[in-house]
């Protein structure tokens, strides 16, 4: 190879920068901000995400109002049950009066059956 000179380190450097300055305006050329339809897309890519958080904002809001929906049920049943508790206690104890009165209406029917037994033992003695 006679005549071949080796590149400088200067030189190699020079043909660097100017490779790298030609990739850059190539990918400015081929910039999507110079298409015409970029801004079209562009704005329908805003629009969507627009509509997409909106749902998501509706969708959240729904979902709030069921939980709202759920929790008011949900005290309206603890209530019906605190109801129901309190009727059951009330019938237990109404109940629990009724077998106390029957319990000493029999203790008394009992005494009398007693008393009249020692009374008629008293007269047979006589």
Do not use: C, W
Not at 50 to 60: C, I, S, T, W, Y
């Amino acid at each position: 190879m006679k005549g071949f000179k080796e590149p400088t380190l200067e030189e190699r450097r020079e043909q660097a920068a100017k490779a790298k300055q030609a990739q850059l305006e190539a990918a400015r050329r081929k910039s999507p901000a110079n298409d015409p339809k970029f801004a079209e897309r562009q704005a329908a890519r805003v629009k969507t995400s627009e509509a997409r958080d909106a749902r998501a904002l509706e969708r959240k809001a729904q979902r709030a109002e069921e939980a709202k929906r759920k929790e008011i049920a949900a005290a309206e049943e603890e209530a019906a049950r605190a109801k129901a508790r309190e009727a059951a206690q009330k019938a237990h104890e109404a109940e629990a009066a009724a077998a106390a009165a029957r319990k000493a209406a029999s203790d008394v029917e009992r005494k009398k059956e007693r008393d009249a037994r020692y009374a008629a033992r008293k007269a047979r003695k006589k």
